[in-house]
C-alpha cells in the first residue's frame, strides 16, 4: 500500500519570497502524483499533476513540482508568493490499478505574511 | 469548475439517527468517491464506486455505507451517527484521462453530531 508524509505541518513565508513545500511517498512502483490546494472554508482545487514524463510539472497559480524517484520526493515550489498562497495544501499519491483512489497527507498550512 | 453538488452543506443531527449525504455530478464520470477530513489526518478514503451499483470499502468505512443506483449520484448513510462522526465530508469523482486519474472535490458537507 502506498503512502505519504507532508513532514511540515506548518509553514510561515514572507510575501514575495519563495515557497516549498516537501512530500515523501511510499510506493513499490511510479505513483501518480498529485498537489491540492484548499483555502478556509472551500473544496480541494487541483494545482498540478505527474503520471509520467517530464519530471518538472507546472501547474496553475504559478506552482511547480519536481518527481524525485531516487528520493521518492515531489516537492511544490513556487518562486514568489503572494497573500492569496495563504491555504493548506496536500500532496496525494495513487496507484495505476487503483480505482483511482488516493492517499492523501496530512496537509501543510501555509501562512504568509506582509 | 467540475459540476459536482453535495447536500446538504450544513447538518446538525443527534447521536443515533440515520444522516444521509448526497453527491451528484454532471460529468458523467465513472468514478466517485466519498472522504471525511479531520485535522492532523488530511482526507481519508471512507467509501468509492468504480461503476453504477459497484462500490467497496475505504480506509475508514466503518459505520457509513453507500449506494449508487445512477452514474450521477453516491449516497453516503451514516447508519446510527456518532461523536465521532462529526467531520466535513467531500465527495469527488474521477475518470481515466490519457491513463492516469485526478480528482475533482465538491464542496464538502459539514456534520455535526450531538
Known amino acids: 500500500a502506498q503512502s505519504v508524509t507532508q513532514p511540515d505541518i506548518h509553514i510561515t513565508v514572507s510575501e514575495g519570497a519563495s515557497l516549498e513545500l516537501r512530500c515523501n511517498y511510499s510506493?513499490?512502483?511510479?505513483?501518480?502524483l498529485f498537489w491540492y490546494v484548499q483555502s478556509p472554508g472551500q473544496g480541494l482545487q487541483l494545482l498540478l499533476k505527474?503520471?509520467?514524463?517530464?519530471?518538472l510539472v507546472q501547474g496553475i497559480k504559478g506552482f511547480e513540482a519536481e518527481f524525485k524517484r531516487s528520493q521518492s520526493s515531489f516537492n511544490l515550489r513556487k518562486p514568489s508568493v503572494h497573500w492569496s498562497d495563504a491555504a493548506e495544501y496536500f500532496c496525494?499519491?495513487?496507484?495505476?490499478?487503483?480505482?483511482?483512489?488516493?492517499?492523501f497527507g496530512a496537509g501543510t498550512q501555509v501562512v504568509v505574511t506582509p | 469548475d467540475a459540476g459536482i453538488t453535495q447536500s446538504p452543506r450544513h447538518k446538525v443531527t443527534e447521536t443515533g439517527t440515520p444522516v444521509t449525504l448526497r453527491c451528484h455530478q454532471t460529468?458523467?464520470?465513472?468514478?466517485m468517491y466519498w472522504y471525511r477530513q479531520d485535522p492532523g489526518h488530511g482526507l481519508r478514503l471512507i467509501h468509492y464506486?468504480?461503476?453504477?451499483?459497484?462500490?467497496d470499502k475505504g480506509e475508514v468505512s466503518d459505520g457509513y455505507s453507500v449506494s449508487r443506483s445512477k452514474t450521477e449520484d453516491f449516497l453516503l448513510t451514516l447508519e446510527s451517527a456518532t461523536s465521532s462522526q462529526t467531520s466535513v465530508y467531500f465527495c469527488?469523482?474521477?475518470?481515466?484521462?490519457?491513463?492516469?486519474?485526478?480528482?475533482?472535490f465538491g464542496p464538502g458537507t459539514r456534520l455535526t453530531v450531538t
Open positions: 496525494a499519491v495513487g496507484a495505476p490499478d487503483s480505482w483511482g483512489k488516493l492517499q
Open positions: 510506493y513499490g512502483a511510479t505513483p501518480y
Open positions: 469527488a469523482i474521477s475518470d481515466s484521462l490519457g491513463g492516469g486519474y485526478e480528482q475533482y
Open positions: 460529468e458523467n464520470h465513472r468514478y
Open positions: 505527474y503520471f509520467s514524463g517530464d519530471t
Open positions: 464506486s468504480y461503476g453504477v451499483k459497484d462500490t
